[in-house]
């Protein structure tokens, strides 16, 4: 990582000591164009009684495919996200436990799968967008594909010192 502390995309918590997170740690390889945009970032889960991390990378378009999951939640829907390449994140607005669930299943991994009851307060879509909002101001996308496999600094790249 360059220098920057990382950054939490999605914090699913409650007060019962039960989340989901997913932390952004910083670019996979930046400087190398092919990877720079990629982000590596950790699943991190807990509860009282089971607690985890997985690590992954985060594309340019799971940033935009998770924004588009916040507008499904905030009408009231379930979503997916990710899965195939990562592990899929699963948010169940109406859970068994009479509050939302977050599962996690590592399908590519460990085959584990875990659902975490995370009791949410009010407004807690508006502080995931703020959370992605921050993710992309500090690791701005700075890679075009202007066709198929080429790749190419955007023209406004904010150089490294």
């Not at 920057?4 to 997913?22: F, H, K, P």
């Not at 977050?102 to 995370?118: F, H, K, L, Y």
């Not at 993710?135 to 790749?151: H, Q």
């Amino acid at each position: 990582m360059t220098g920057q502390e990382a950054v939490d995309l999605i914090r699913l918590a409650d007060d019962e000591g039960n989340s989901v997170v997913v932390r952004v740690t910083g670019r996979d390889m930046p400087g190398v164009l092919t990877r720079h945009d990629t982000l590596t970032a950790d699943v991190l889960v807990t509860t009282g009684f089971v607690s985890g991390h997985l690590g992954l990378w985060l594309l340019p378009g799971d940033l935009a495919e998770w924004e588009a999951a916040l507008d499904s939640l905030a009408a009231g829907q379930d979503i997916t996200w990710l899965g195939d390449r990562a592990p899929e994140i699963r948010v169940r607005l109406a859970g068994e436990r009479g509050c939302p669930e977050v599962v996690v299943e590592d399908v590519p991994g460990s085959m584990a799968t875990v659902t975490v009851p995370v009791a949410l307060e009010e407004g807690w879509t508006d502080d995931q967008r703020r959370r992605l909002d921050e993710v992309r101001r500090r690791w701005p996308r700075e890679v075009v594909e202007p066709s198929s496999g080429v790749f190419e600094w955007s023209p406004h790249r904010k150089r490294q010192p």
